[in-house]
């Protein structure tokens, strides 16, 4: 078997690539480790910047987003019971953010993948990258007891946080960046109205909390909680009340209740590992970073990389630029550290980390919270990131 590019992983990075790189003429084969069932019951999070909005529509798949995705022109920050609106338009010049879940981009992206006849691989095992520094580089893998080799140009690595590519990079290469958090996120889904037509993200002394939603019957909600906790011990009820408490009264009488469709716990972390190019294998999306949720941006970056990556790989075919292959990795990573930063800024503003903090630095958060939500450069600051920073161009 042989294609031009090898696409490792399924998720919206290896999906998304492929769909673009379809549309411009590149071949690809993407193999993918588990079933698009399992795939698709992975709930993650639903918020898509505009440059991730665009390329959705630039890659055509993004005629069910456009019809139920939410646009929201703002979103809310609370602390110290105070209620700050961030009007997201006004303070970009009129850019807003599309609520839609990751899932559903996921889903759109796989029947695209099936309506263009282009080959994926569903239950590959055994997936391994081969000559990575050779001329010709190829990828192994099994399938129904038989082992196969796909032979091509270049291996794209969207194989997620837990994938083969990163870890087929001899050691020594890449420098790893990580930050851990004292604290994770509890998640809940419900088919409840959203307690608020925009986000609300929520400090508060028993701990962060995030009022999102899926779509105007459905809602998403988190809490903070400390590692250890264990999901099996909080009951709906619990969930609830929890949340309730760490809204203002008008808010948490507002909060509709009823059943969990699902509930998990996740750590926060910060990864990048630098750089994202081995060769002939570039690395994708959380494959190369992680980011805590509080900025809403994983999938986002992982978005940011696709675009990268399919702009020089179409000079790389049309043109012969193959100089430009050597810019992705810092292409990538400029915008990476950007979203990294942003991300943990806001995790360091918006939760509570006990004796974690030392005295110090928790007067510089209080400091920082008055500071960005009273300062209109604080503002625009906080709602630039948040909408995304613009893509460079790829020239
Ligand atoms: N072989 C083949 N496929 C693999 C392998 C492997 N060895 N290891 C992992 N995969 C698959 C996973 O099953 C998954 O479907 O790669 C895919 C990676 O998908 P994601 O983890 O969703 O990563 P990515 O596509 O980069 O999307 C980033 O997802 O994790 C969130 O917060 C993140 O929203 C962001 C987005
Ligand atoms: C979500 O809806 O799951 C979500 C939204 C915003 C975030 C994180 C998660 O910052």
Not at 57 to 78: F, I, K, P, T
Request: charged share 25%; glycine share 10%.
């Amino acid at each position: 078997m042989n294609t031009q590019v090898a696409i490792i992983g399924a998720g919206p990075s290896g999906l998304l690539l492929g769909q673009l790189l379809y549309k411009a003429g590149i071949d690809t084969v993407i193999l993918e480790r588990q079933t698009p069932e399992y795939v698709l019951g992975r709930i993650r999070a639903g918020v898509l910047e505009q440059g991730t909005a665009d390329l959705l529509r630039e890659a055509g798949v993004s005629e069910r987003m456009d019809r139920e995705g939410l646009v929201h022109e703002g979103v809310e920050l609370l602390v110290a019971g105070r209620r700050q609106r961030l009007d997201l338009k006004g303070l970009t010049g009129g850019k807003t953010v599309m609520v839609y879940g990751q899932t559903e981009v996921t889903r759109d992206l796989m029947q695209a993948r099936e309506a263009s006849g282009a080959p994926i691989i569903y239950s590959a095992s055994n997936v391994q990258p081969h000559e990575l520094k050779g001329e010709r580089p190829y990828v192994t893998f099994e399938k129904d007891g038989q082992t196969h080799r796909l032979d091509c140009d270049y291996i794209a690595g969207c194989d997620g946080f837990h994938g083969v590519s990163r870890k087929s990079i001899p050691e020594g290469v890449l420098k790893e960046y990580e930050r851990v958090y004292p604290f994770g996120w509890l998640g809940m889904l419900s088919d409840t109205p959203p307690v608020n037509h925009e986000l609300i993200y929520a400090h508060h002394e028993r701990g962060f909390s995030l009022c999102s939603q899926r779509s105007q019957t459905r809602s998403r909600y988190y809490l903070q909680v400390p590692l250890e906790e264990r999901v099996e011990d909080w009951s709906d009820e619990r969930f609830w009340n929890e949340l309730k408490a760490r809204l203002p009264a008008d808010v948490a009488q507002q909060l509709v209740t009823g059943p969990a469709l699902e509930k998990s716990i996740a750590p926060l972390r910060s990864l990048v590992v630098e750089p994202m190019q081995y060769g002939h294998l570039f690395l994708v999306g959380d494959a190369a970073h992680i980011v805590p949720p509080t900025g809403a941006k994983g999938l986002n970056l992982a978005a940011s990389d696709v675009n990268y990556l399919y702009r020089i790989l179409v000079k790389v075919y049309r043109e012969g630029r193959t100089d430009l292959l050597e810019q992705y990795s810092p292409l990538a990573l400029r915008r990476v550290w950007k979203g990294e930063r942003f991300s943990w800024f806001m995790t360091q503003l918006l939760h509570d980390f006990g004796e974690h903090k030392d005295a110090w630095d928790q007067k510089m958060q209080e400091a920082d919270r008055e500071y960005f939500l009273t300062s209109p450069a604080g503002l625009v600051n906080i709602a630039e990131n948040y909408v995304g920073l613009p893509y460079e161009e790829v020239a």
